[in-house]
């Protein structure tokens, strides 16, 4: 199967549908998911989307608290893009059909959330990323010149005379293809499942990292993870998202005895910070030998279970009140703050490939994402990467030098099978990490990384591609965790427990080396 289209567009996401609204009417556009038309990260986003649209904020407000998030790596640019430009293209959500929920004067009802200065969150009950992903795919579905290929895997990109001119493809009925484009979006979401414990639905596999890694180019800040601390844990049952929301709207972390803890930990409690509630949880465990808890039983029942009804029927599936009983929880894998760098416009270091969403680096979250901003940031910079794919393929604006050039090399190559990366991921390079362990993650994903490296194209099944992308990506984010000997953010090192501004406020960008000719 050969296609041609003037752009192909990977994922459908905010980012990917936010960028295919601009398309639609300005050439031949491909949209390969790899799930249903409607399956992506963005469904699963609960809370909402912040954006500085309250009388009392700014978005002066809203960059303070970003930068302050991000534990000074945050690109100031990026940044300013976001919130500045963020206002604009939430009002135009709103226009174009998205239901947040409203207050008693019929104004967007704006809730906080951790590490925000004051209420400015914009929420549909407790499924904001499914209500906007209707609202967009209501826009573009049905154009004209739009083909959509569903369940189609993109397995690689075509890079021809130093440009990415396409992308490889497998559909679902196992035919491969090639789909030829003068632009390239990358809008694949995160990397979750490269953890064993995450939030993130099973297709968040890394594949666009993998990608574009592959191709050669640019990807950075891979070791700044973010672990959602509030993830129901309830044996035998899946884990599922306690939103952020429940703490901006009153909710306690408690230890076993009922006691609240967090102000032993951080002056901002409950609501400081996702990289430090986490963190302060596993101190407290530590300390009391015992679980945490979240709980609501000091708040109005009905009010709870009104605002919250997608978390309440989890909740209740796994025999819980959300309103009335103590939750128990533990973090889990959430969101990559790093991802495939990219400029202002999406361009990657690659002439004809862009990136946007959960995939992209930006810099806009630094080492830590402020809660709510992943829904503005693939909004934002899905609509840039649009404007940027209908301009002339030119080189990307890449300010940050390049760390390492390495291949990925091991020997002897295990099986296949007989390595989980999952596993030696969530062991090793979860939420506190040593040298020691990450050493072995990077040992273990380099060799089943290595192992699949050298099959690929060769019949793979869909079951060999996951556990490629999960190989590669997980190598790539143990690995960067491995070289910075400091704390910062969503990368915590037991062994250097402390934040390191003189030696460790950089960027690792890492780039595939060049096969040498033999």
């Known amino acids: 199967m050969e296609l ?26 491909l949209l390969l998911t790899k799930a249903g038309p409607t399956e992506s990260n963005t469904g699963y986003a609960q809370g909402g989307i912040a954006a500085a649209l309250g009388a009392d904020d700014s978005p002066d407000l809203h960059r303070a608290d970003t930068l ?3 534990a000074g790596l945050c690109d100031d640019a990026a940044v300013d893009v976001l919130v500045q430009e963020g206002p604009a293209y939430v009002r135009q959500l709103i226009e174009w059909g998205v239901a947040f929920d409203r207050d ?5 009802a704006l809730a906080r959330e951790g590490a925000h200065s004051v209420r400015r969150v914009l929420h549909a009950h407790d499924t904001t990323g499914r209500e906007i992903a209707r609202a967009l795919w209501a826009r573009v579905e049905g154009a004209g010149r739009l083909r959509v290929i569903p369940e189609g895997r993109a397995t690689g990109l075509i ?3 130093g440009m990415v001119s396409g992308v490889r493809f497998v559909a679902a009925d196992g035919t491969s293809g090639t789909a ?3 632009s390239v979006l990358l809008a694949t979401g995160g990397a979750g499942q490269v953890f064993r414990e995450t939030t993130n639905p099973s297709i968040a596999t890394g594949d666009g990292i993998g990608m574009a890694w592959r191709a050669g180019a640019r990807v950075g800040d891979l070791e700044f993870v973010q672990f959602h601390p509030t993830v129901l844990s309830v044996p035998g049952q899946p884990r599922f998202l306690l939103s952020e929301a429940l703490r901006g709207e009153g909710a306690h972390l408690i230890n076993q005895a009922g006691e609240r803890f967090m102000d032993r930990y951080d002056p901002a409690g409950e609501l400081a910070p996702r990289d430090v509630v986490a963190v302060s949880m596993v101190r407290e465990q530590v300390r009391t030998e015992a679980p945490v808890y979240l709980t609501l039983a000091h708040l109005d029942a009905d009010a709870i279970r009104t605002r919250f009804p997608s978390i309440a029927d989890a909740c209740a599936r796994a025999g819980l009140d959300l309103a009335t009983e103590r939750l128990p929880i533990s973090p889990a894998a959430h969101y990559m703050c790093g991802g495939v760098e990219t400029d202002l416009a999406g361009r990657t270091s690659l002439p004809g490939l862009f990136a946007a969403g959960e995939v992209a680096c930006t810099g806009v979250h630094g080492a830590n994402r402020l809660a709510s901003n992943s829904l503005l940031e693939g909004l934002v910079f899905g609509a840039r990467a649009a404007a940027a794919m209908r301009q002339a393929v030119r080189p ?8 390492a050039r390495e291949h990925i090399t091991a020997h002897p190559h295990p099986e296949p099978d007989e390595v989980s990366t999952p596993d030696e991921m969530w062991r090793h390079a979860g939420l506190i990490r040593t040298a020691g362990g990450l050493a072995d993650a990077v040992e273990a994903t380099a060799s089943l990384s290595a192992a699949y490296e050298a099959r690929l194209g060769s019949g793979m ?7 490629a992308s999960l190989a590669l990506v997980g190598h790539l984010v143990a690995r960067a965790a491995l070289r910075r000997t400091e704390s910062r953010g969503g990368h915590r090192r037991a062994d250097f427990p402390e934040r390191d501004d003189l030696h460790w406020k950089i960027h690792i960008v890492e780039q595939k080396a ?4 033999r």
């Open 4 to 29: 041609r289209a003037d752009y192909v567009v990977v994922g459908g996401g905010i980012a990917g549908l936010r960028a295919l609204a601009d398309l639609v009417g300005t050439g031949d556009i």
């Open 68 to 70: 302050a998030a991000g």
């Open 104 to 108: 008693a004067d019929g104004q967007p």
């Open 159 to 161: 890079v021809e005379d």
């Open 180 to 182: 030829r484009a003068r």
């Open 396 to 403: 990307a604006a890449l300010r940050r030098a390049v760390e």
């Open 461 to 467: 099944s869909a079951a060999e591609w996951r556990a």
């Open 514 to 517: 060049a096969q040498r000719q």
